[in-house]
């Protein structure tokens, strides 16, 4: 069974930076797609950015380009997300979500009911 649990969420001002990690057990293949998703009270969840952990190939939403990094360590099966110069509308729930599948495709990673796999999630609020 695989388990999903995120960790380093917190409370930052306007230009600060966080580290979430996400721990993955029951699972040490190649074959995920891995993704960040953040919901905002009163809006839809959204996929902030993937990685395909096969290929490293990443994707990002256009308003986290250049300031959110995904990453991943193999060796402790642990997923990253590097948020940088963080703005008030950063503030979020973020969830690690993954599913098991040949790639994160560009026009489908995203999709929130396509993943099989979610963590509990770690709040993110930007404040001054």
């Known amino acids: 069974q695989v388990q999903l649990m995120e960790s380093g969420g917190g409370s930052v001002q306007p230009g600060g930076s966080l580290r979430l990690s996400c721990a993955i057990s029951g699972y040490s293949g190649s074959n995920f797609c891995m993704a960040w998703f953040r919901q905002a009270p009163g809006k839809e969840r959204e996929g902030v950015t993937s990685?395909?952990?096969?290929?490293?190939?990443?994707h990002y939403i256009d308003s986290v380009k250049g300031r959110f990094t995904i990453s991943q360590d193999k060796a402790s099966n642990t997923l990253y997300l590097q948020m940088n110069s963080l703005k008030p509308e950063d503030s979020a729930m973020y969830y690690c979500?993954?599913?098991?599948?040949?790639?994160?495709?560009?026009?489908?990673?995203?999709?929130?009911?396509?993943?099989?796999?979610w963590g509990q999630g770690t709040q993110v609020t930007v404040s001054s």
């Open positions: 979500a993954a599913k098991a599948t040949v790639n994160c495709f560009e026009d489908s990673w995203p999709n929130v009911i396509t993943y099989r796999y």
């Open positions: 990685m395909y952990f096969g290929s490293g190939i990443t």
